[in-house]
C-alpha cells in the first residue's frame, strides 16, 4: 500500500469509530411511575376448591419480594350468583394464600373480586371449560424400544396416541403431563415378586421438530399445546415417551399417566404469553404477559383435567 493510498483510508477509519462509539452510547429510558395494584393469580379446576394467592404490584426495577396482604377479602360468583367467600390458609413452605371451600362445575361461569385495604378492588372471569377428553391409550408392547444408555440403565420408549375423542369446533386449548412409575421386583424368588414402586416422576418424550416447536412448557407442571398445532384437522398428538430405569436394581418400568387438561383462553393466552417471555428466539420481541385482572393484574382462570393411567407390559 502506498502513502497516498493509506492517506484516504485514514478518514474512513476515523467516521467509522466515531460511528462506533455513537453506537456504544448510553441510552436512559424513564419508565411512568405508576401506583401500586392487586396481583391475583388462581387457575382452578373441577376437582380441587379455588385457589388465590394475591401480591402488591412493584415497580419493574424493584429486587425485593413483592408484599403479601395479610387481610384480603376474595369471594366467587357462579353465573352471576355469590358461591363462596375465600378463607387465608399456608401452605407447607409458610406462603399465604386463600381457598374456597366450593368447586367449581364444568361448562359455568365464573367471577373473582378481591378487596385489599388502601388499594383498588380487582375483578375477573372465567369459565371452567367443558372436558374434551381422549380416546382410550393402548401401550403396544410391539411398537416399545429398550435401548441401553451410557450411564448403564436402560431406556423404555413407549409410542402414545393421544386423539381428542370429540374436537371441539373452536377454543381447542389443551395441555398434557405425562408420569411414569416404576416397579421394583425381589428376584430371590422364582418367579420374581412385585416388592414395592418408586415415587412417581415425570416423564420426558420425544416428538417431531414441528410438535416439538408448538408445545410450551409451564410451570403448573404440564406442557401447553399451541392452538395452531391442531390445524388442517389435526386430532391427534403423536409423542414417544422416555422411561430410564436400572436393571441391575430389579426396576421395571411398571406404568404411565396422562394427564390430559382442556383449557379455558383465559388459561391458555396466561400460560402461553408467560412461556413466550422465556423464548430465545432471535429478532423477536418478548410478548406481553397476558392479563385479565381489571383494576389490577394475574391471571384468573379455569381448566378441566382427567388422568389416563397405562399399564405397561411386563
Known amino acids: 500500500m502506498n502513502k497516498s493510498t493509506s492517506f484516504s483510508v485514514l478518514p474512513v477509519l476515523l467516521v467509522l469509530a466515531l460511528l462506533l462509539q455513537d453506537c456504544a452510547r448510553e441510552v436512559i429510558i424513564d419508565l411512568p411511575e405508576e401506583a401500586p395494584k392487586i396481583v391475583a393469580v388462581c387457575h382452578f379446576n373441577e376437582n380441587e376448591p379455588f385457589r388465590v394467592r394475591v401480591t402488591i404490584s412493584q415497580p419493574v426495577y424493584a429486587s425485593s419480594t413483592p408484599i403479601t396482604p395479610e387481610t384480603v377479602d376474595i369471594s ?15 401452605t407447607p413452605e409458610g406462603e399465604l394464600y386463600w381457598e374456597s371451600r366450593d368447586t367449581g362445575t364444568p361448562g359455568l361461569q365464573y367471577a373473582m373480586v378481591a378487596r385489599v385495604a388502601g388499594y383498588p378492588s380487582v375483578t375477573a372471569a372465567s369459565k371452567l371449560p367443558l372436558y374434551a377428553g381422549l380416546e382410550p391409550i393402548v401401550a403396544k408392547a410391539e411398537e416399545m424400544k429398550d435401548v441401553a444408555l451410557a450411564d448403564g440403565r436402560r431406556e423404555l420408549r413407549i409410542p402414545l396416541e393421544l386423539k381428542v375423542s370429540k374436537m371441539p369446533a373452536a377454543n381447542r386449548f389443551f395441555a398434557f403431563h405425562l408420569i411414569h412409575e416404576l416397579a421394583v421386583y425381589d428376584y430371590l424368588v422364582d418367579p420374581p415378586v412385585f416388592d414395592y414402586s418408586i415415587i412417581p416422576d415425570s416423564t420426558f ?110
Open 76 to 90: 366467587i360468583s357462579e353465573d352471576g350468583l355469590f358461591l363462596d367467600k375465600l378463607f387465608r390458609k399456608f
Open 205 to 314: 418424550f420425544l416428538a417431531d421438530g414441528r410438535t416439538l416447536s408448538l408445545l410450551h412448557n409451564i410451570p403448573e407442571p404440564a406442557v401447553l399445546i399451541n392452538s395452531n398445532f391442531w390445524n388442517e384437522g389435526r386430532e391427534t398428538l403423536h409423542l414417544v415417551a422416555r422411561i430410564p430405569y436400572d436393571p441391575a436394581n430389579n426396576e421395571r418400568p411398571r406404568q404411565i399417566s396422562v394427564e390430559w387438561r382442556t383449557l379455558s383462553e383465559e388459561y391458555y393466552r396466561y400460560h402461553l404469553s408467560v412461556a413466550r417471555q422465556g423464548s430465545s428466539l432471535p429478532l423477536s420481541d418478548p410478548d406481553a404477559v397476558f392479563n385479565n385482572i381489571d383494576g389490577g393484574y394475574g391471571n384468573f382462570s379455569g381448566y378441566t383435567t382427567h388422568t389416563y393411567t397405562v399399564e405397561l407390559p411386563q
